[in-house]
Protein backbone atom coordinates (compact mmCIF):
# COMPACT_ATOMS: atom_id res chain seq x y z
CA UNK A 1 0.00 0.00 0.00
CA UNK A 2 2.73 2.51 0.73
CA UNK A 3 4.31 1.70 -2.30
CA UNK A 4 1.42 2.54 -4.38
CA UNK A 5 0.84 5.48 -2.33
CA UNK A 6 4.64 6.57 -3.44
CA UNK A 7 4.39 5.78 -7.14
CA UNK A 8 0.83 7.85 -7.26
CA UNK A 9 2.85 10.73 -5.87
CA UNK A 10 5.62 10.41 -8.21
CA UNK A 11 3.15 10.15 -10.76
CA UNK A 12 1.35 13.74 -9.53
CA UNK A 13 4.11 15.24 -9.26
CA UNK A 14 5.27 14.62 -12.72
CA UNK A 15 2.15 14.87 -14.35
CA UNK A 16 2.22 18.61 -12.41
CA UNK A 17 5.57 19.30 -13.49
CA UNK A 18 4.89 20.03 -17.56
CA UNK A 19 2.21 22.71 -16.39
CA UNK A 20 4.30 24.77 -14.61
CA UNK A 21 7.29 24.31 -17.45
CA UNK A 22 4.58 25.38 -20.12
CA UNK A 23 3.49 28.21 -17.88
CA UNK A 24 6.74 29.24 -17.08
CA UNK A 25 7.21 29.18 -21.08
CA UNK A 26 4.26 31.15 -21.14
CA UNK A 27 5.12 33.82 -19.15
CA UNK A 28 9.08 34.19 -20.29
CA UNK A 29 7.66 34.69 -24.09
CA UNK A 30 5.04 37.52 -22.32
CA UNK A 31 8.34 38.99 -21.18
CA UNK A 32 10.51 38.95 -24.06
CA UNK A 33 7.63 40.13 -26.40
CA UNK A 34 7.12 42.83 -23.73
CA UNK A 35 10.64 43.51 -23.76
CA UNK A 36 11.02 43.74 -27.16
CA UNK A 37 8.30 46.31 -27.63
CA UNK A 38 9.89 48.16 -24.94
CA UNK A 39 12.85 47.91 -27.18
CA UNK A 40 11.19 48.90 -30.30
CA UNK A 41 9.03 51.86 -28.58
CA UNK A 42 12.37 53.21 -27.12
CA UNK A 43 14.46 52.57 -30.54
CA UNK A 44 11.58 54.54 -31.99
CA UNK A 45 11.74 57.49 -29.61
CA UNK A 46 15.08 57.78 -29.89
CA UNK A 47 15.38 57.45 -33.71
CA UNK A 48 12.12 60.38 -34.02
CA UNK A 49 14.06 62.37 -31.55
CA UNK A 50 17.39 62.65 -33.76
CA UNK A 51 15.28 63.01 -36.59
CA UNK A 52 13.67 65.94 -34.80
CA UNK A 53 16.98 67.44 -33.93
CA UNK A 54 18.74 66.66 -37.34
CA UNK A 55 15.90 68.58 -38.71
CA UNK A 56 16.12 71.50 -35.91
CA UNK A 57 19.90 71.79 -36.96
CA UNK A 58 18.96 71.96 -40.79
CA UNK A 59 16.21 74.31 -40.14
CA UNK A 60 18.57 76.31 -38.14
CA UNK A 61 21.72 76.17 -40.70
CA UNK A 62 19.03 77.01 -43.54
CA UNK A 63 18.34 80.07 -41.40
CA UNK A 64 21.78 81.11 -40.73
CA UNK A 65 22.26 80.67 -44.19
CA UNK A 66 19.46 82.63 -45.17
CA UNK A 67 20.29 85.30 -42.76
CA UNK A 68 23.93 85.46 -44.65
CA UNK A 69 22.84 85.68 -48.03
CA UNK A 70 20.42 88.68 -46.47
CA UNK A 71 23.49 90.30 -44.92
CA UNK A 72 25.89 90.01 -48.22
CA UNK A 73 22.75 91.71 -50.07
CA UNK A 74 22.28 94.71 -47.45
CA UNK A 75 26.22 95.18 -47.43
CA UNK A 76 26.55 94.87 -51.52
CA UNK A 77 23.17 96.91 -51.49
CA UNK A 78 24.86 99.36 -49.36
CA UNK A 79 28.17 99.36 -51.13
CA UNK A 80 26.07 100.12 -54.86
CA UNK A 81 24.39 103.15 -53.10
CA UNK A 82 27.39 104.47 -51.83
CA UNK A 83 29.18 104.34 -55.01
CA UNK A 84 26.44 106.20 -56.47
CA UNK A 85 26.50 108.75 -54.26
CA UNK A 86 30.03 109.32 -54.52
CA UNK A 87 29.93 109.56 -58.74
CA UNK A 88 26.86 112.26 -57.52
CA UNK A 89 28.94 114.30 -55.83
CA UNK A 90 31.93 114.48 -57.87
CA UNK A 91 29.47 115.38 -60.49
CA UNK A 92 28.32 118.23 -58.61
CA UNK A 93 31.66 119.29 -57.80
CA UNK A 94 32.93 119.27 -60.92
CA UNK A 95 29.40 120.62 -62.55
CA UNK A 96 29.94 123.45 -59.44
CA UNK A 97 33.68 123.98 -60.73
CA UNK A 98 32.31 124.58 -64.38
CA UNK A 99 29.79 127.18 -63.34
CA UNK A 100 32.08 128.78 -61.73
CA UNK A 101 34.71 129.19 -64.79
CA UNK A 102 31.96 130.19 -66.78
CA UNK A 103 30.86 133.33 -64.29
CA UNK A 104 34.34 134.00 -63.71
CA UNK A 105 35.12 134.38 -67.93
CA UNK A 106 31.47 136.26 -68.12
CA UNK A 107 32.93 138.34 -65.76
CA UNK A 108 36.10 139.25 -67.83
CA UNK A 109 34.02 139.52 -71.17
CA UNK A 110 31.83 141.71 -69.55
CA UNK A 111 34.82 143.70 -68.55
CA UNK A 112 35.92 143.63 -72.18
CA UNK A 113 32.74 144.08 -73.91
CA UNK A 114 31.83 147.27 -71.62
CA UNK A 115 35.31 148.66 -72.76
CA UNK A 116 35.00 148.10 -76.91
CA UNK A 117 31.48 149.05 -76.32
CA UNK A 118 32.62 152.40 -75.58
CA UNK A 119 35.29 152.73 -77.35
CA UNK A 120 33.46 151.66 -80.50
CA UNK A 121 30.49 154.54 -79.34
CA UNK A 122 33.17 156.84 -78.95
CA UNK A 123 34.67 156.43 -82.52
CA UNK A 124 30.98 156.41 -83.77
CA UNK A 125 30.78 159.59 -82.04
CA UNK A 126 33.81 161.08 -84.17
CA UNK A 127 33.37 159.78 -87.68
CA UNK A 128 29.56 159.51 -87.63
CA UNK A 129 30.46 155.98 -89.52
CA UNK A 130 27.85 152.76 -88.40
CA UNK A 131 30.55 150.19 -89.73
CA UNK A 132 31.99 151.22 -86.25
CA UNK A 133 29.22 149.20 -84.14
CA UNK A 134 29.40 146.21 -86.73
CA UNK A 135 32.04 144.48 -84.12
CA UNK A 136 29.08 145.59 -81.54
CA UNK A 137 27.19 142.78 -82.86
CA UNK A 138 28.78 139.11 -82.11
CA UNK A 139 30.19 140.33 -79.17
CA UNK A 140 26.68 140.94 -77.61
CA UNK A 141 25.43 137.65 -78.91
CA UNK A 142 29.02 136.24 -77.10
CA UNK A 143 28.40 138.17 -74.02
CA UNK A 144 24.37 137.08 -73.93
CA UNK A 145 25.60 133.44 -74.40
CA UNK A 146 28.19 133.76 -71.14
CA UNK A 147 25.62 135.30 -68.95
CA UNK A 148 23.39 132.83 -69.83
CA UNK A 149 25.57 129.76 -68.73
CA UNK A 150 26.83 131.16 -65.55
CA UNK A 151 23.22 133.39 -64.23
CA UNK A 152 20.62 132.14 -66.38
CA UNK A 153 18.67 128.90 -66.54
CA UNK A 154 20.74 127.40 -69.36
CA UNK A 155 22.11 124.41 -67.46
CA UNK A 156 18.11 123.39 -66.75
CA UNK A 157 17.34 124.01 -70.69
CA UNK A 158 20.00 121.35 -71.28
CA UNK A 159 19.40 118.83 -68.92
CA UNK A 160 16.06 119.02 -70.40
CA UNK A 161 16.85 118.25 -73.71
CA UNK A 162 19.49 115.54 -72.40
CA UNK A 163 16.40 113.70 -70.81
CA UNK A 164 14.24 114.10 -73.85
CA UNK A 165 17.26 112.96 -75.98
CA UNK A 166 17.44 109.74 -73.64
CA UNK A 167 13.53 109.08 -74.09
CA UNK A 168 12.82 109.53 -77.22
CA UNK A 169 16.10 109.65 -79.35
CA UNK A 170 17.81 106.87 -77.44
CA UNK A 171 19.03 105.49 -80.87
CA UNK A 172 21.54 108.43 -81.49
CA UNK A 173 23.60 107.59 -78.35
CA UNK A 174 24.55 104.22 -79.78
CA UNK A 175 28.22 103.81 -80.73
CA UNK A 176 29.23 103.06 -84.42
CA UNK A 177 30.08 99.16 -84.53
CA UNK A 178 28.00 98.52 -80.65
CA UNK A 179 29.74 98.03 -78.06
CA UNK A 180 33.24 96.53 -77.91
CA UNK A 181 33.16 92.71 -76.82
CA UNK A 182 35.87 90.29 -75.32
CA UNK A 183 36.53 88.85 -78.45
CA UNK A 184 36.62 92.04 -80.73
CA UNK A 185 39.33 92.70 -77.93
CA UNK A 186 41.44 89.54 -78.00
CA UNK A 187 41.14 89.83 -81.82
CA UNK A 188 42.70 93.51 -81.58
CA UNK A 189 45.08 91.80 -79.13
CA UNK A 190 46.25 89.35 -81.58
CA UNK A 191 46.52 91.67 -84.37
CA UNK A 192 48.72 93.75 -82.57
CA UNK A 193 50.74 90.69 -81.22
CA UNK A 194 51.06 89.75 -84.62
CA UNK A 195 52.10 93.10 -85.99
CA UNK A 196 55.05 93.53 -83.38
CA UNK A 197 56.13 90.01 -84.74
CA UNK A 198 56.49 90.75 -88.18
CA UNK A 199 57.57 94.28 -88.09
CA UNK A 200 59.57 95.05 -85.03
CA UNK A 201 59.70 98.13 -83.78
CA UNK A 202 63.31 99.85 -84.50
CA UNK A 203 65.33 100.21 -81.33
CA UNK A 204 65.84 103.72 -79.99
CA UNK A 205 69.04 105.32 -81.05
Known sequence: MCTQRRQTLVIDRVADQPVQLFDYEIASTKTNHQTGLDRSLFNFTRGKRTR???QGKSREAEDGQKKQQEFVAEVNRVSVER???LQNQMRQRIMAMQVARARELFY???????VASLGMFAGFRRTRKPGVLVPLLPLTFVVAYHADMAYGNKLHRIRMEAE?????EEEILDLPCGLPTTSSLDLARLHDEEEKRFHPHSPPL
Not at 108 to 114: E, I, K, N, P, S
Not at 164 to 168: D, E, G, M, V
Request: hydrophobic share 50%; proline share 0%; glycine share 16%.
Open 52 to 54: EMG
Open 83 to 85: QIQ
Open 108 to 114: WLGAFYG
Open 164 to 168: NILQF
